[in-house]
């Protein structure tokens, strides 16, 4: 089954995302910040990151660039989950982060199953 790395720095929200997706069968790697997400990286290779924007140190817009401009880790399908759902924040999420989905909370945990079973299907090919 397939590996996900939720990175989010509320408790709360890892345990609402690791028990929704669980339950579908997903192998969950927890994640506190965006610093051990790139750490992390270096040794684990997940099919989704779910990355919230809005994080101490470094927030989730510039680690999804990181990991969008790093080769090894490039095509590494990558879902912002925040509560920044304004136009332009999914413009920056997209465009900016190079993120390939833009995910709102508070999270609806069908809706969350769905968009996730979708793009483990459907992995994004972005060129540049």
Known sequence: ????????????V???????????GYEIIEVS????C???LETETPDLILLDVMMPEMDGWEV???IKDNPETSSITVAMLTVKSQDEDKITSLE???????IKKPIRVDGLR???RWLLENPMKRGD
């Open 1 to 12: 089954m397939a590996k996900i790395m939720v990175v989010d720095d509320e408790p709360d």
């Open 14 to 24: 890892v345990k609402l995302v690791r028990s929704a997706l669980k339950d579908e």
């Open 33 to 36: 910040s965006g610093k051990e």
């Open 38 to 40: 790139l750490r992390l």
């Open 64 to 66: 999804c660039r990181r």
């Open 96 to 102: 900016d982060a190079k993120a390939d989905w833009h």
């Open 114 to 116: 769905q968009t996730v």
